[in-house]
Nanobody, 114 residues
Framework: QVQLVESGGGLAQPGGSLRLSCTAS???????GGWYRQAPGKERELVAR???????NYAESVKGRFFISRDFVRDTMFLQMNSLKPEDTAVYYC?????????WGQGTQVTVSS
């Protein structure tokens, strides 16, 4: 069972930046990873994914503003969020898929407000 611990959420002003981190309890090599978010009253949606070979894809709403990356030494996945908008407010979840299963972090709140 892989444990995922997220950090980096909080309050940001519109136009500001935050960086989310997701540290795994074991190696993230040979895995696919992603970040999802869920706003109040809405379904969970994909924000960004990075597959084993390093290819990334993003939701249209965050393209050019958010960037997903990984550090295999620290077994950590990141989501750099720039030019934040109020509509980015949500609970953000990291996701990891390996040969054993599909794992989720506990979620971290991101609030964008002036």
């Amino acid at each position: 069972q892989v444990q995922l611990v997220e950090s980096g959420g909080g309050l940001a002003q519109p136009g500001g930046s935050l960086r989310l981190s997701c540290t795994a309890s074991e190696s993230i090599f040979n895995t696919d990873g992603g970040w999802y978010r869920q706003a109040p009253g809405k379904e969970r949606e994909l924000v960004a994914r990075i597959i084993n070979g390093g290819t990334t894809n993003y939701a249209e709403s965050v393209k050019g503003r958010f960037f997903i990356s990984r550090d295999f030494v620290r077994d950590t996945m990141f989501l750099q969020m720039n030019s934040l908008k109020p509509e980015d407010t949500a609970v953000y979840y990291c996701n990891l898929i390996n040969w054993r299963g599909n794992y989720w972090g506990q979620g971290t709140q991101v609030t964008v407000s002036s």
